[in-house]
T-cell receptor, first 114, second 112 residues
């Protein structure tokens, strides 16, 4: 497809379980971002990948959160031992270069922790 | 810490009128600003951007104005249509910083 693709679109899981969220960026986009959006709120930066450079993990809220990206392709965001406060929409975006270029967002994964 | 915020959480506009959505930012080092539109259940969609060396930029039916003196950004939508109903976010970035900071958003409601 032409846009950023995220899967699953919805995920419901029990507290304490691990979840893995996937993002397929637009082909050729070297930069990839993960954000968290709580209900009625703005976007909270989580992590940024640029090419083969070390990722900027400064937005990850705890060590239960981690993300990986293979080269300039797919990225996965993993949340271990999920808590109810992790319930949110997780959005992925990609762009051609570093900042100064518009980001293209996927439609997100809606995560609900029971 | 630095933040980007919006003056009004909800804006109701008559169909056909112009809409103006405002945004205040506090980081004087911000040099790149973006407006996004987010429809229900979807990710934010890029509308228009502006760099700090400009004070106005126009797109199709949209205009962004930047006032660096008072650190204020606005999005003007001409002849508002029902399809413009969405939450609008302003976002800002400082040169050299990887993060784009988003405000909380303004919901634009179109009255028939």
């Amino acid at each position: 497809g032409a846009g950023v693709s995220q899967s699953p679109s919805n995920k419901v899981t029990e507290k304490g379980k691990d979840v893995e969220l996937r993002c397929d960026p637009i082909s050729g986009h070297t930069a990839l971002y993960w954000y968290r959006q709580r209900l009625g709120q703005g976007l909270e930066f989580l992590i940024y990948f640029q090419g083969n450079s070390a990722p900027d993990k400064s937005g990850l809220p705890s060590d239960r959160f981690s993300a990986e990206r293979t080269g300039e392709s797919v990225s996965t965001l993993t949340i271990q031992r999920t808590q109810q406060e992790d319930s949110a929409v997780y959005l992925c975006a990609s762009s051609l270069y570093r900042v100064g270029q518009p980001q293209h967002f996927g439609d997100g994964t809606r995560l609900s922790i029971l | 810490g630095e933040s980007v915020g919006l003056h009004l959480p909800t804006l109701s506009v008559q169909e056909g009128d112009n809409s103006i959505i405002n945004c205040a930012y506090s980081n004087s080092a911000s040099d790149y600003f973006i407006w996004y539109k987010q429809e229900s259940g979807k990710g934010p969609q890029f509308i228009i951007d502006i760099r700090s060396n400009m004070d106005k930029r126009q797109g199709q039916r949209v205009t962004v104005l930047l006032n660096k003196t008072v650190k204020h950004l606005s999005l003007q939508i001409a002849a508002t249509q029902p399809g413009d109903s969405a939450v609008y976010f302003c976002a800002e970035n400082e040169l050299g910083d990887d993060k784009i900071i988003f405000g909380k958003g303004t919901r634009l409601h179109i009255l028939p």
